[in-house]
Protein backbone atom coordinates (compact mmCIF):
# COMPACT_ATOMS: atom_id res chain seq x y z
CA UNK A 1 0.00 0.00 0.00
CA UNK A 2 0.86 3.95 -0.40
CA UNK A 3 2.45 5.43 2.43
CA UNK A 4 0.57 9.10 3.18
CA UNK A 5 2.40 12.18 4.40
CA UNK A 6 0.67 14.00 6.66
CA UNK A 7 1.94 17.82 8.31
CA UNK A 8 1.27 18.71 11.65
CA UNK A 9 0.17 16.05 14.41
CA UNK A 10 -2.87 17.52 15.99
CA UNK A 11 -6.53 15.80 16.31
CA UNK A 12 -7.55 16.66 12.79
CA UNK A 13 -4.40 14.67 11.81
CA UNK A 14 -5.21 12.02 14.13
CA UNK A 15 -8.90 12.15 12.20
CA UNK A 16 -7.49 11.85 8.85
CA UNK A 17 -4.87 9.07 9.90
CA UNK A 18 -7.93 7.12 11.56
CA UNK A 19 -9.64 7.51 7.62
CA UNK A 20 -6.57 6.61 5.44
CA UNK A 21 -5.82 3.50 7.76
CA UNK A 22 -9.75 2.50 6.77
CA UNK A 23 -8.71 3.03 3.35
CA UNK A 24 -5.40 0.66 3.77
CA UNK A 25 -3.23 3.49 3.32
CA UNK A 26 -0.23 3.98 5.94
CA UNK A 27 0.49 7.34 7.19
CA UNK A 28 3.53 9.31 8.40
CA UNK A 29 3.01 12.14 10.65
CA UNK A 30 5.85 14.93 10.40
CA UNK A 31 5.42 17.33 13.50
CA UNK A 32 7.61 19.13 16.10
CA UNK A 33 6.12 18.86 19.00
CA UNK A 34 6.17 16.23 21.76
CA UNK A 35 2.71 15.72 22.16
CA UNK A 36 1.22 14.07 18.46
CA UNK A 37 -2.35 12.88 18.57
CA UNK A 38 -1.72 11.91 15.34
CA UNK A 39 1.31 10.25 15.46
CA UNK A 40 -0.11 7.68 18.48
CA UNK A 41 -2.83 6.14 15.39
CA UNK A 42 -0.05 6.44 12.55
CA UNK A 43 3.01 3.82 11.18
CA UNK A 44 5.73 6.37 11.72
CA UNK A 45 6.13 9.52 13.10
CA UNK A 46 9.44 12.03 12.24
CA UNK A 47 9.72 14.63 15.38
CA UNK A 48 11.66 17.73 13.51
CA UNK A 49 10.52 21.63 12.70
CA UNK A 50 8.98 22.31 9.07
CA UNK A 51 12.68 24.18 8.69
CA UNK A 52 15.30 20.71 8.94
CA UNK A 53 15.51 20.71 4.99
CA UNK A 54 17.94 16.83 5.91
CA UNK A 55 14.00 15.42 7.79
CA UNK A 56 12.36 16.84 5.16
CA UNK A 57 13.85 15.33 2.10
CA UNK A 58 13.83 12.14 4.36
CA UNK A 59 10.31 12.42 4.73
CA UNK A 60 9.42 13.04 0.91
CA UNK A 61 11.81 10.06 0.26
CA UNK A 62 9.58 7.99 2.38
CA UNK A 63 5.78 8.87 1.73
CA UNK A 64 4.13 8.47 -2.14
CA UNK A 65 1.91 12.00 -1.50
CA UNK A 66 1.83 14.79 1.44
CA UNK A 67 -1.01 16.48 3.02
CA UNK A 68 -1.28 18.80 5.58
CA UNK A 69 -3.52 19.32 9.01
CA UNK A 70 -2.46 23.05 9.99
CA UNK A 71 -2.05 25.66 7.61
CA UNK A 72 0.46 27.49 9.46
CA UNK A 73 3.18 26.05 8.11
CA UNK A 74 6.00 28.16 6.13
CA UNK A 75 5.22 27.76 2.16
CA UNK A 76 9.24 27.23 1.78
CA UNK A 77 8.70 23.45 3.32
CA UNK A 78 5.67 22.74 1.28
CA UNK A 79 7.40 24.09 -2.03
CA UNK A 80 10.70 22.53 -0.76
CA UNK A 81 8.63 18.79 -0.66
CA UNK A 82 6.96 19.65 -3.07
CA UNK A 83 9.84 19.68 -5.64
CA UNK A 84 10.30 15.73 -4.67
CA UNK A 85 6.45 14.39 -3.77
CA UNK A 86 2.94 15.54 -4.81
CA UNK A 87 1.43 17.80 -2.36
CA UNK A 88 -2.02 18.23 -1.96
CA UNK A 89 -3.36 20.96 -1.67
CA UNK A 90 -0.77 22.97 -3.08
CA UNK A 91 1.41 25.48 -1.69
CA UNK A 92 -0.81 28.72 -3.14
CA UNK A 93 -4.14 27.07 -1.70
CA UNK A 94 -2.02 27.41 1.84
CA UNK A 95 -0.18 30.59 0.84
CA UNK A 96 -3.60 31.99 0.53
CA UNK A 97 -6.05 31.11 3.49
CA UNK A 98 -2.82 31.52 6.14
CA UNK A 99 -3.16 35.14 5.44
CA UNK A 100 -6.33 36.57 6.04
CA UNK A 101 -5.39 39.49 4.22
CA UNK A 102 -4.61 37.60 0.88
CA UNK A 103 -7.51 35.57 1.96
CA UNK A 104 -9.68 38.12 2.14
CA UNK A 105 -8.21 40.32 -0.97
CA UNK A 106 -8.49 36.59 -2.95
CA UNK A 107 -12.13 35.74 -2.24
CA UNK A 108 -13.47 39.82 -2.50
CA UNK A 109 -11.56 39.41 -6.13
CA UNK A 110 -14.37 36.50 -6.56
CA UNK A 111 -17.08 38.11 -6.05
CA UNK A 112 -17.40 37.77 -2.26
CA UNK A 113 -17.95 39.53 0.43
CA UNK A 114 -16.02 40.44 3.67
CA UNK A 115 -16.50 42.30 6.63
CA UNK A 116 -15.15 46.31 5.94
CA UNK A 117 -11.02 45.79 6.65
CA UNK A 118 -7.64 47.44 6.93
CA UNK A 119 -4.67 46.17 7.10
CA UNK A 120 -2.96 47.21 9.95
CA UNK A 121 0.93 47.43 10.17
CA UNK A 122 1.39 49.86 13.26
CA UNK A 123 -0.40 52.05 15.94
CA UNK A 124 -0.78 54.45 13.49
CA UNK A 125 -2.58 52.61 10.84
CA UNK A 126 -4.73 51.16 13.90
CA UNK A 127 -6.07 54.44 14.90
CA UNK A 128 -6.40 55.25 11.46
CA UNK A 129 -8.14 52.36 11.19
CA UNK A 130 -10.52 52.51 14.24
CA UNK A 131 -11.28 56.34 13.01
CA UNK A 132 -12.51 54.87 9.70
CA UNK A 133 -14.63 51.23 10.73
CA UNK A 134 -15.67 53.25 14.22
CA UNK A 135 -16.51 50.74 16.93
CA UNK A 136 -17.06 47.67 18.17
CA UNK A 137 -14.13 45.76 15.44
CA UNK A 138 -11.81 43.01 15.87
CA UNK A 139 -8.25 43.42 15.62
CA UNK A 140 -6.53 40.03 13.97
CA UNK A 141 -3.41 38.89 13.19
CA UNK A 142 -2.53 38.51 9.71
CA UNK A 143 -1.33 34.94 10.32
CA UNK A 144 -0.92 32.18 12.85
CA UNK A 145 -3.99 32.83 14.63
CA UNK A 146 -6.79 30.15 15.29
CA UNK A 147 -9.43 29.04 18.31
CA UNK A 148 -9.40 33.14 18.37
CA UNK A 149 -6.40 33.29 19.60
CA UNK A 150 -3.97 36.68 17.90
CA UNK A 151 -7.54 38.66 18.46
CA UNK A 152 -8.19 41.40 20.15
CA UNK A 153 -11.62 43.41 20.23
CA UNK A 154 -11.97 46.92 20.31
CA UNK A 155 -15.03 48.64 22.26
CA UNK A 156 -13.55 52.15 22.08
CA UNK A 157 -10.77 53.77 20.19
CA UNK A 158 -9.14 53.92 24.16
CA UNK A 159 -9.04 50.41 23.33
CA UNK A 160 -6.45 50.95 20.68
CA UNK A 161 -3.02 50.61 22.57
CA UNK A 162 -4.06 47.50 24.93
CA UNK A 163 -5.01 45.74 21.55
CA UNK A 164 -2.40 46.16 19.60
CA UNK A 165 0.18 44.92 22.35
CA UNK A 166 -2.21 42.11 22.63
CA UNK A 167 -1.69 40.35 19.35
CA UNK A 168 1.99 41.27 19.79
CA UNK A 169 2.22 44.04 17.53
CA UNK A 170 2.10 41.93 14.83
CA UNK A 171 1.04 42.93 10.88
CA UNK A 172 -2.86 42.64 11.44
CA UNK A 173 -5.87 43.73 10.18
CA UNK A 174 -9.14 45.45 11.58
CA UNK A 175 -12.30 44.14 10.80
CA UNK A 176 -15.78 45.92 11.39
CA UNK A 177 -17.46 43.90 13.81
CA UNK A 178 -20.84 42.06 12.00
CA UNK A 179 -23.75 41.77 13.65
CA UNK A 180 -25.42 38.16 12.38
CA UNK A 181 -27.91 35.90 12.71
CA UNK A 182 -26.21 32.87 12.22
CA UNK A 183 -22.27 32.20 11.58
CA UNK A 184 -21.78 28.75 9.28
CA UNK A 185 -19.24 26.97 7.20
CA UNK A 186 -19.33 25.55 3.84
CA UNK A 187 -17.29 22.56 3.80
CA UNK A 188 -16.54 21.19 0.11
CA UNK A 189 -13.99 18.68 -1.46
CA UNK A 190 -12.60 18.86 -5.12
CA UNK A 191 -10.68 15.96 -6.51
CA UNK A 192 -7.13 15.64 -8.77
CA UNK A 193 -10.21 14.89 -11.27
CA UNK A 194 -11.84 18.52 -10.82
CA UNK A 195 -15.07 16.83 -9.25
CA UNK A 196 -16.67 18.55 -6.21
CA UNK A 197 -18.67 17.94 -3.38
CA UNK A 198 -19.69 19.99 -0.76
CA UNK A 199 -21.66 18.52 2.72
CA UNK A 200 -24.94 19.68 3.80
CA UNK A 201 -24.01 23.10 5.84
CA UNK A 202 -23.35 23.28 9.68
CA UNK A 203 -24.38 26.20 11.99
CA UNK A 204 -21.84 26.95 14.37
CA UNK A 205 -22.11 28.37 17.48
CA UNK A 206 -18.74 29.91 18.67
CA UNK A 207 -17.77 30.82 22.63
CA UNK A 208 -15.19 32.68 22.93
CA UNK A 209 -13.86 32.41 19.68
CA UNK A 210 -13.77 28.96 20.01
CA UNK A 211 -16.32 26.44 17.79
CA UNK A 212 -18.56 25.38 21.03
CA UNK A 213 -21.44 22.96 18.56
CA UNK A 214 -22.18 22.58 15.12
CA UNK A 215 -25.76 21.70 13.94
CA UNK A 216 -26.88 19.99 10.60
CA UNK A 217 -29.03 20.91 8.47
CA UNK A 218 -28.53 24.72 8.79
CA UNK A 219 -32.28 26.14 9.45
CA UNK A 220 -34.09 27.17 6.61
CA UNK A 221 -34.24 30.50 7.52
CA UNK A 222 -30.70 30.94 6.08
CA UNK A 223 -31.63 28.50 2.92
CA UNK A 224 -30.83 31.70 0.68
CA UNK A 225 -27.75 32.71 2.51
CA UNK A 226 -26.19 28.91 2.00
CA UNK A 227 -27.21 28.61 -1.84
CA UNK A 228 -24.82 31.77 -1.85
CA UNK A 229 -22.32 30.95 -0.21
CA UNK A 230 -21.87 27.51 -1.55
CA UNK A 231 -21.55 29.00 -4.82
CA UNK A 232 -19.08 31.20 -4.12
CA UNK A 233 -16.73 28.66 -2.19
CA UNK A 234 -17.49 26.38 -5.27
CA UNK A 235 -15.82 29.44 -7.69
CA UNK A 236 -13.21 29.56 -4.61
CA UNK A 237 -11.88 25.98 -4.57
CA UNK A 238 -12.18 25.94 -8.39
CA UNK A 239 -9.83 29.08 -8.60
CA UNK A 240 -7.20 27.87 -6.37
CA UNK A 241 -7.32 24.77 -8.14
CA UNK A 242 -7.22 22.98 -4.90
CA UNK A 243 -7.20 19.55 -4.16
CA UNK A 244 -8.50 18.27 -1.10
CA UNK A 245 -11.15 19.65 1.70
CA UNK A 246 -11.26 23.11 1.84
CA UNK A 247 -13.32 25.75 4.50
CA UNK A 248 -15.14 28.49 4.04
CA UNK A 249 -16.92 30.31 7.26
CA UNK A 250 -19.46 32.49 6.73
CA UNK A 251 -21.84 35.04 8.88
CA UNK A 252 -25.39 35.40 7.69
CA UNK A 253 -26.31 38.83 7.95
CA UNK A 254 -29.27 41.41 6.93
CA UNK A 255 -26.95 42.22 4.08
CA UNK A 256 -26.07 38.43 3.36
CA UNK A 257 -23.82 36.13 3.44
CA UNK A 258 -20.15 37.97 4.91
CA UNK A 259 -16.84 35.62 4.23
CA UNK A 260 -14.93 35.64 8.11
CA UNK A 261 -12.39 33.61 6.76
CA UNK A 262 -11.01 30.02 5.03
CA UNK A 263 -9.03 27.12 5.85
CA UNK A 264 -7.35 25.04 3.50
CA UNK A 265 -8.10 21.73 5.06
CA UNK A 266 -10.61 19.53 6.97
CA UNK A 267 -12.61 21.57 9.43
CA UNK A 268 -13.67 21.03 13.71
CA UNK A 269 -17.42 22.19 11.65
CA UNK A 270 -17.12 19.09 9.86
CA UNK A 271 -16.44 16.52 12.36
CA UNK A 272 -20.03 15.82 12.70
CA UNK A 273 -19.43 13.97 8.97
CA UNK A 274 -17.81 11.05 10.57
CA UNK A 275 -20.78 9.47 11.63
CA UNK A 276 -23.46 12.16 10.13
CA UNK A 277 -22.59 11.55 6.26
CA UNK A 278 -22.00 8.61 3.90
CA UNK A 279 -18.41 10.01 3.55
CA UNK A 280 -16.79 11.76 5.88
CA UNK A 281 -14.60 14.93 5.33
CA UNK A 282 -11.36 13.06 6.54
CA UNK A 283 -12.95 9.94 4.25
CA UNK A 284 -13.12 12.68 0.97
CA UNK A 285 -9.52 14.14 1.92
CA UNK A 286 -7.86 11.02 2.00
CA UNK A 287 -9.79 10.10 -1.35
CA UNK A 288 -9.17 13.55 -3.31
CA UNK A 289 -5.36 13.32 -2.63
CA UNK A 290 -4.68 9.65 -3.55
CA UNK A 291 -6.57 10.74 -6.78
CA UNK A 292 -9.49 8.69 -6.44
CA UNK A 293 -13.41 9.38 -7.40
CA UNK A 294 -15.21 11.48 -4.13
CA UNK A 295 -17.78 9.75 -2.00
CA UNK A 296 -21.46 10.97 -1.02
CA UNK A 297 -21.50 13.34 1.38
CA UNK A 298 -25.38 13.14 2.03
CA UNK A 299 -26.85 12.83 5.81
CA UNK A 300 -27.26 9.28 7.75
CA UNK A 301 -29.58 11.01 9.46
CA UNK A 302 -32.42 14.15 9.94
CA UNK A 303 -30.25 15.91 12.40
CA UNK A 304 -26.66 15.83 13.80
CA UNK A 305 -25.58 17.48 16.24
CA UNK A 306 -21.86 18.08 17.47
CA UNK A 307 -20.62 19.51 20.36
CA UNK A 308 -16.63 20.09 21.27
CA UNK A 309 -15.37 18.57 24.85
CA UNK A 310 -12.89 21.46 25.89
CA UNK A 311 -10.51 20.91 28.84
CA UNK A 312 -12.12 23.93 30.53
CA UNK A 313 -14.81 21.30 32.28
CA UNK A 314 -14.76 18.02 33.98
CA UNK A 315 -16.69 15.18 31.50
CA UNK A 316 -19.19 12.83 32.57
CA UNK A 317 -17.76 9.79 30.05
CA UNK A 318 -19.97 7.43 31.49
CA UNK A 319 -23.10 9.40 31.01
CA UNK A 320 -21.96 10.08 27.50
CA UNK A 321 -21.60 6.69 26.48
CA UNK A 322 -25.02 5.71 28.17
CA UNK A 323 -26.28 7.94 25.49
CA UNK A 324 -27.42 5.73 22.44
CA UNK A 325 -27.64 8.60 19.87
CA UNK A 326 -23.83 9.86 20.93
CA UNK A 327 -20.39 8.87 19.77
CA UNK A 328 -17.72 9.95 21.44
CA UNK A 329 -14.52 10.70 20.09
CA UNK A 330 -11.07 11.70 22.56
CA UNK A 331 -8.06 13.07 20.82
CA UNK A 332 -5.45 11.24 23.31
CA UNK A 333 -3.96 14.46 24.63
CA UNK A 334 -2.77 14.41 28.38
CA UNK A 335 -2.06 18.03 29.42
CA UNK A 336 -5.79 19.35 30.30
CA UNK A 337 -6.04 23.63 29.57
CA UNK A 338 -8.63 25.61 29.54
CA UNK A 339 -9.69 26.13 25.85
CA UNK A 340 -8.01 22.94 24.50
CA UNK A 341 -10.41 20.51 22.51
CA UNK A 342 -9.78 17.26 23.90
CA UNK A 343 -12.45 15.45 22.22
CA UNK A 344 -16.01 15.71 20.74
CA UNK A 345 -19.64 14.37 20.87
CA UNK A 346 -21.80 13.87 17.40
CA UNK A 347 -25.09 13.20 18.19
CA UNK A 348 -27.17 11.86 15.19
P1 LIG B 1 -10.77 29.34 13.88
O1 LIG B 1 -10.49 28.48 15.07
O2 LIG B 1 -12.17 29.21 13.32
O3 LIG B 1 -9.70 29.31 12.83
P2 LIG B 1 -9.89 32.09 14.28
O4 LIG B 1 -9.01 32.28 15.46
O5 LIG B 1 -9.26 32.06 12.94
O6 LIG B 1 -10.80 30.82 14.52
P3 LIG B 1 -12.13 33.79 13.46
O7 LIG B 1 -12.85 32.71 12.78
O8 LIG B 1 -11.62 34.92 12.65
O9 LIG B 1 -10.93 33.26 14.39
O10 LIG B 1 -13.02 34.41 14.63
C1 LIG B 1 -13.49 33.58 15.69
C2 LIG B 1 -14.93 33.92 15.97
O11 LIG B 1 -15.04 35.29 16.40
C3 LIG B 1 -15.84 33.84 14.76
O12 LIG B 1 -16.26 32.51 14.52
C4 LIG B 1 -16.98 34.76 15.19
O13 LIG B 1 -17.81 34.15 16.14
C5 LIG B 1 -16.22 35.89 15.88
N1 LIG B 1 -15.86 36.93 14.89
C6 LIG B 1 -14.74 36.99 14.15
N2 LIG B 1 -14.72 38.05 13.32
C7 LIG B 1 -15.87 38.70 13.54
C8 LIG B 1 -16.48 39.90 13.00
N3 LIG B 1 -15.87 40.64 12.07
N4 LIG B 1 -17.70 40.26 13.47
C9 LIG B 1 -18.33 39.52 14.43
N5 LIG B 1 -17.83 38.40 14.97
C10 LIG B 1 -16.62 37.99 14.55
MG1 LIG C 1 -9.12 30.62 11.52
MG1 LIG D 1 -12.81 30.81 12.27
Given at each position: ?103 KRFVEGLGGRPAAYHAVD ?20 RRMGYDGKGQARIHSPAD ?167 HLHLYGKSEIKPGRKMGH????
Open positions: GATIGILGGGQLGRMLALAAANMGYRVHIYAPEHELPAGDVSAEVTRAGYDNTAALDAFAAAVDVVTFEFENIDTTAIRHLAGQVPVHPGADSLEIAQDRLAESRADLDAAIADLGCPAILKTAAAAWDTIGQRPAILEAFETFSHEFSVILARSEAGEIVSWPVAHNIHDNGILASSHVPAPAAIAGHIAAATALSHTVIEALGHVGVLTLEFFATPTGPIFNEMAPRVHNSGHWSIEGARTSQFENHIRAICGLPLGDTRLTADTVLMKNLLGDHVHDWHALLADPGAVTWL
